[in-house]
């Protein structure tokens, strides 16, 4: 399967001020490889302010890279100009976390649909509306007579984000960046608007990056799943073995915290990662877990782990599974 998005290597670090005159980089990402497949959805999990958001938008170029290589559909687009990016705005989407900001509160929702295709110059009002119709349908607001002649303080929280999944694919987008799509959402209306994003991907050949906090929802929507730790990527591999067999220690502390109602689910233990993650100001040298890890040896404040493959389709960076550095423990024996 060909890839539709790759980084090599990406690096985006953002500035804050410290004190009146001194800035400083804040490395959000900092040297991330990784691809997203045709017709896939990835999930990117992490704690919060460990620059997964920063690398979906880094990959749009809604974010300028530092270092690296940031490829789209087998061309390299790190440094291409904005205004020759145009063809991206509308082959690539974004969704954000909060429906209640991303769309205006004073357009109607025919008015809000419409918007993008008057941007993107489709000019024929028919054709506008038969496009907006059909969006409305496949995320199933209905009816949709109705529907459009709304504002969005009219519908709830669930129906304004099915607008905004509606609106990111009315230009036909071969890849879709999906931030937190469900965390503002009642609880009540996650799971069907996860049904709709994966029946959206399915039906659109969507190549999707969906970013969550929450890695018990990745499994509901994605074909591979990704950790991120402080601008580092630690895990990857196929959803059902991340979830199934942890390799790295902080994906296993990921799902050992993971609420679970039902008594008999092995997750349903919960335990939770001892301390908080370090700054990405000045992330600690070596493994950047290793302040917070139950397995750490002498090398891990050395050396940084690479990520490498460990299982079949299973990708992670810990020393813990290179036979030169683990001598008595092994994997799991504290867990
Ligand atoms: Fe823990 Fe060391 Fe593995 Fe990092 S490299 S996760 S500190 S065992």
Known sequence: MSSIVETRNLRMYYTVRQGLFKTVPVKAVDGVSMNIKAAETLALVGESGCGKTSLGRTTLRLLEPVSGELIFKGKDITHDSQQSLKWLRRDAQIIFQDPYSSINPYMNIHQIMEEPLIIHKIEDADKRTEMIYRALEEVRLYPVDEVVRKYPHMLSGGQRQRVTFARALLLDPTYIVADEPVSMIDASSRVELLQILSNLQKLHNLSIL??????????????????????????????????????????????????????????????????????????????????????????????????????????????????????????????
């Not at 601008?231 to 990857?236: A, L, Q, T």
């Not at 070596?286 to 090398?299: D, N, S």
């Open 210 to 335: 969906y970013i969550t906090h929450d890695i018990s929802t990745a499994k509901y929507v994605s074909n591979r799943l990704a950790v991120m730790y402080v601008g580092k990527m630690v895990e990857r591999g196929d959803v059902l073995k991340v979830i199934g067999k942890p390799l790295h220690p902080y994906t296993q502390g990921l799902i050992a915290s993971v609420p679970d109602p039902d008594p008999s689910n092995r997750l349903s233990y919960r335990e939770v990662i001892p301390g908080e993650p370090p700054n990405a100001i000045n992330p600690p040298a070596g493994c950047r877990f290793h302040t917070r890890c139950p397995h750490v040896m002498p090398i891990c404040s050395e050396k940084e782990p690479k990520l490498i493959e460990i299982e079949q389709g299973q990708d992670a960076a810990c020393f813990l599974y290179h036979k030169e550095f683990v001598e008595e423990e092994q994997p799991g024996d504290k867990r």
